[in-house]
């Protein structure tokens, strides 16, 4: 913490010191907080950018740039999608990705320079980063095309992954670019295929892979969300398996499963099943899996499950 004051009021630095005994430290940042308060203004020479600083102006819906071309370029972050982005959940500061912007003048017209350095993801993301090196996307980049990060990730409203549909990540990902329909009039059932499995099981085979069990309820007319599951057997991450669980294999097998079918019907929703094949995410957030025995596919003999549900293929 002294360390961090003097860096702030570097002329302060040499009276303190790491080495320096305890009492005369307890004195030399006695004089450097009788400054701040005499001083006001070097608080705010000193408080980091924090992103209500940045949403004060791009928050603003008409907020734009000119490029050189002469084209406008929307530079408007909404707030409330940003809010449940990755990065925000995960208290990401603007300044962390743009890292040239120290600080910001309110006596310029705009408060930092206008050219700033592109956004390096590998910063964080060093091993996707060393992944993309060695992919088709970033070697199409040889024939002209630029595809970077935030083409498929968007800027700042990345979401996690796992929760998306087949649908959802189809359109947030591959069709920006790719037409499916051009390619694929030799695939029988080719709709049911757009619709059910996702691109990357076929076009990254060696991706692990699992089932998204949706639950639909007939009565609501909606999907169920994990924690409306959970809510309606009166359970929660932790104890799912405790009430399921009869015969304590840490496992969900199949009469198990049409158990909870049944507590489902007797707090009237009635659930049919919606699945997807999904390539595999690493599930960070989920705090359960349990596993389930189920003939869904001939690709998968043993599942795991996890509320939500995903069913993943473990041998």
């Known amino acids: ?24 430290r307890i004195a030399a940042v006695t004089l450097v ?4 308060l005499l001083y006001p203004p070097m608080i705010d020479q000193c408080r980091a950018v924090i992103n209500s600083d940045c949403l004060e102006c791009h928050g603003d819906e008409a907020l734009a740039r000119v ?28 300044t962390d990705c743009h890292a040239d912007i120290a600080e910001l003048d309110y006596d310029r017209e705009v408060p930092h320079s ?22 088709v996307h970033k070697k ?69 892979r699992h089932i998204h069990l949706r639950f639909f309820d007939l009565v609501g007319n909606a999907f169920l969300e994990p924690d409306e599951i959970l809510a309606a057997l009166n ?11 009869v015969n304590s294999n840490d496992r969900i097998d199949a009469d198990e499963f049409e158990k909870m079918v049944f507590m489902l019907r007797q707090r009237n929703i009635r659930v049919t099943f919606h ?15 349990i596993s389930l025995k189920n003939k869904l596919s001939n690709l998968c ?5 996890i509320p939500g549900f995903h069913l993943q293929n473990y041998k």
Not at 191 to 202: G, N, S, W
């Open 1 to 24: 913490m002294l360390r961090n004051c003097a860096n702030c009021l570097p002329e302060y630095y040499p009276l303190v010191t790491d080495d320096m005994p305890l009492f005369p």
């Open 33 to 36: 907080v009788l400054a701040l």
């Open 67 to 94: 490029e050189s071309e002469g084209m406008k370029v929307g530079i408007y972050v909404n707030q409330y999608k940003f809010k449940h982005s990755v990065h925000n959940i995960n208290s990401v500061m603007c």
């Open 114 to 135: 206008t050219e700033l350095a592109p956004v390096d993801c590998g910063t964080c993301h060093d091993e996707e980063t060393a992944a993309y090196k060695n992919s």
């Open 140 to 208: 199409a980049g040889g024939k002209g095309i630029s595809i970077p990060c935030y083409a498929c990730h968007d800027y700042h409203y990345v979401r996690p992954l796992e929760g998306y549909t087949v649908t959802e990540r189809e359109n947030e990902f591959c069709l920006r670019c790719h037409d499916p329909n051009k390619f694929h009039d030799w695939l029988p059932q080719k709709e049911t295929h757009f619709d059910h499995v996702e691109c990357t099981v076929c076009h990254a085979p060696d991706a692990p």
């Open 235 to 245: 359970s929660d991450h932790e104890n799912f398996l405790k009430v399921l669980d």
């Open 275 to 289: 699945g997807e094949l999904l390539s595999e995410m690493e599930m960070e957030t989920e705090k359960s899996i």
């Open 301 to 305: 003999n043993d599942f795991t499950i």
